[in-house]
């Protein structure tokens, strides 16, 4: 990725959660960028990610669907995503 930008992304599910298929070591978040939601699922590499916390999420910003969580700063508690 040449051009990126950083979001807050709210972690939406972890594991295998029903109707969703993601793996027992991945997490699923959802993320805006200029209004438009976006959900990704990634590697968990973190262990204390969990649902609903939050994670710093790097984007393209030609195409905000190519993105990478960044554990820098781990995740955190979240109370809104915008």
């Known amino acids: 990725m040449q051009h990126t930008?950083?979001?807050t992304?709210?972690?939406v599910w972890t594991g295998k959660p029903s109707g969703i298929r993601v793996g027992p070591?991945?997490?699923g978040c959802e993320y805006y960028v200029k209004g438009v939601?976006?959900?990704q699922t990634f590697?968990?590499?973190d262990s204390t990610t969990s649902h609903g916390r939050c994670l710093e999420?790097?984007?393209s910003v030609e195409d905000p669907q190519v993105a990478e969580p960044t554990?820098?700063?781990g995740s955190?508690?979240?109370a809104a995503v915008s």
């Open 37 to 39: 939601k976006y959900r």
């Open 5 to 7: 930008a950083l979001v």
């Open 43 to 45: 590697e968990q590499k």
């Open 9 to 11: 992304a709210r972690i």
């Open 76 to 78: 955190y508690a979240c």
């Open 25 to 27: 070591n991945e997490i």
């Open 57 to 59: 999420v790097r984007y």
């Open 71 to 73: 554990y820098a700063k």
